[in-house]
């Protein structure tokens, strides 16, 4: 017998003369939308069809312009949100416009394989952010010894252009018998960045994290960045200067580079239409294989935020840093989803929406490629090594 489906009965409904004033439960639904992919879906797809049977059912909508209409919502404050560089127009439109989304049969990512893969249940965040945040228990994890991290970097500094960003992930890779699980424990993007930030920007991440390695798009303005590392940075902000860094994987690329002492940490990215379409294929293997780990949904997260001692009086400045790694994902996963495949035979020529970006993905879609690099040498090395004793206190056989 089903729980909670007795309906209300109080004593008047005892006397025949009330009898037939007895009502049915009715069962309510509030949300906002959400994806297809969801149960929430179903119900709205059996409920309609109910309601054009002539059942009593009752859906609604009441999207951001109803707000606006009454004078809950500022027109302007919609307007600014919506012309903000890091507007997501999915989620928006799911939030404030309660529309179901769902990817087009010529999506080349699918919803499911990326969420399924979404279940990091906190990020590691940069430094800057513990120190301004000072939350006790929320300290930053070091990095274990046999793991390797590194940094991947999608560049663009036109600011000017709408769907125009660039885009850093940090990547942790844990060995383990088939080669290298994947964790992208952090991620952030910034609009129309000058050469000198962006440059400072990766370094310090690539400092603050404890990274073996900085996979970087080497094309266009990215050049200037990598050039800028190979002199070797200087963060006036921090008033820092980080060590030159050379490329490992292009000797053209490694001449550039003056200093003749710097370590070869950096993987120049150099896209092709064929290396582009492999790294869309990899990264969907690799999500279908539930190889890679991404951060969960902000929703899901608050569950861990509210945790933290005093999270609820923050400021939303504060909160808002806190969940941004969060966010950043979700909107990777939106990114992705609309992404189309134009190729043509074997190749995949991926299409963003016009409005849309694709930042995130290709920095993603890089840092994955580079672990297939690194894990395919890793296994060779491996080959007869004994795992039965192995743990991640020791990388002997790493040679990273």
Known sequence: MKFQTAPRQPKYLAKKEYAHMMERNKEFYLSSAWYQSHWSWEKVKTYMAKITEGASYFLVGLPYQLAIKESLLMKEQVLDEMSENDFDEIGWSMEMGCLFFGESEKAFFKFEDIDSCRNLMKPIYPSDVYDAVKIKGLKKENKKQGAIRFVSADIALMAGKDNDASAYSVFELIPNKRGYSRKVIYMESIVGGHTNTQSARIMYLFEDFQCDYIVLDCMGNGMGIY?????????RDLNKEY?????MNNEEMADR??????RKLVYSVKASAKFNSDIAKSLKDNLKTSKIKMLINENDAKEWLYKLPSYEKMDIEVKTVLTMPFF?????MNEMVNLENEGKEEIVKLKEPKSGRKDRYTSVAYGNYFANELERSFLRKTVDFDWSNYSLTSRSKLGS
């Open 328 to 332: 950043q994902t979700s909107v990777l």
């Open 227 to 235: 050039d800028q590392i190979c002199r070797g940075v200087i963060d």
């Open 257 to 262: 580079c003056i200093d003749a002492s710097a």
């Open 243 to 247: 060590e030159p860094l050379s490329c």
